[in-house]
């Protein structure tokens, strides 16, 4: 076993949006559209992901995808016709957003062979990683908050120099579908992590804190991620490379200041379109007033 020790202090300015998965969730839409490219009002789930990258200083971010999710790449890149027909047009305010898309960031992508995993999906970015601290952002958690999920996750990192996960207090009966930590409260929503464990049981469960889709780590997790055996569905799951992070240089979860949504489930999404409909800088009036007069 490794000796514990504490990472070195590196600015995070890249992070991973793994983007692999299969989405059988909401198949049949998903079929021949990434699941990731699935509208939240005007823009793609993963839009917003990538935006809130940028808004926390990232400025390389490594998109990991797989067999049909080409849409993703091209939603990034420049559409030199269309910029051009919407310049002719007078459309400039649109036009003006597009070219955002592929100014936000230096993006650039790797596929995943095989649907192996999350652990698997972040070992396929290492190459780019280039031995530093990063952030990793799952492509279907949407976090509205007023301070970026991520930006608060990298901020407990600048102070401690080591890796954390962002947590949430997840429902006994949901607790099956989360990574859930073991630990003591470090401070104001913070926690020093002992060990994790992997979509445990209610009685399995070391607390009613789950991992979500947000985490800033260091190099030391590829060692770990290499030497784990697949489990179920020949998957490499990145809990079990935390827990050997834990048990090395330390790991912290950061009680999440903001609202998730799992947009990767059905009802997720559906409250998500609801909630950030209502924020709309154009639409949310109009159509807070229609939720109002619409029948029971």
Request: glycine share 10%; hydrophobic share 40%.
């Amino acid at each position: 076993m490794p000796p514990r020790h504490r990472a070195a202090s590196q600015t995070v300015t890249k992070a991973v949006i793994p983007a692999a998965g299969l989405g059988t969730r909401f198949l049949p839409a998903t079929k021949a559209s990434p699941k990731e490219m699935l509208p939240l009002v005007d823009k793609p789930i993963i839009q917003y992901v990538v935006e809130e990258a940028v808004a926390s200083g990232i400025t390389e971010i490594i998109i990991v995808t797989g067999r049909g999710k080409r849409a993703i790449e091209d939603h990034f890149d420049a559409a030199a016709e269309l910029e051009q027909s919407l310049k002719a047009n007078g459309k400039l305010k649109l036009l003006q957003g597009l070219q955002q898309l592929h100014r936000m960031a230096n993006i650039c992508y790797v596929r995943q062979p095989s649907p192996r995993g999350l652990g698997d999906a972040i070992l396929c970015a290492e190459p780019f990683l280039s031995g530093e601290p990063f952030a990793v952002l799952l492509g279907d958690d949407i976090i509205d908050s007023k301070v970026p999920a991520i930006a608060q996750l990298i901020a407990v990192y600048e102070q401690f120099h080591r890796p954390v996960v962002a947590v949430q207090q997840v429902p006994t009966s949901e607790l099956h579908r989360y990574g859930v930590i073991k630990g003591r409260q470090a401070g104001r929503n913070l926690y020093d992590v002992s060990t994790l464990v992997e979509k445990p049981t209610p009685r399995q469960a070391p607390s009613r804190l789950g991992i979500v889709g947000r985490y800033v780590l260091t190099p030391t997790v590829f060692a770990w991620l290499r030497r784990i055996k697949p489990g179920r569905g020949g998957e490499i799951q990145l809990t079990d490379a935390l827990a050997g992070c834990a048990s090395t240089e330390g790991l912290y979860g950061w009680k999440l200041i903001g609202q998730r949504y799992d947009a990767g489930d059905k009802l997720g999404f559906l409250k998500a379109t609801v909630e950030l409909g209502l924020k709309h800088p154009e639409l949310g009036r109009a159509f807070g007033r229609y939720l109002q007069r619409r029948p029971a």
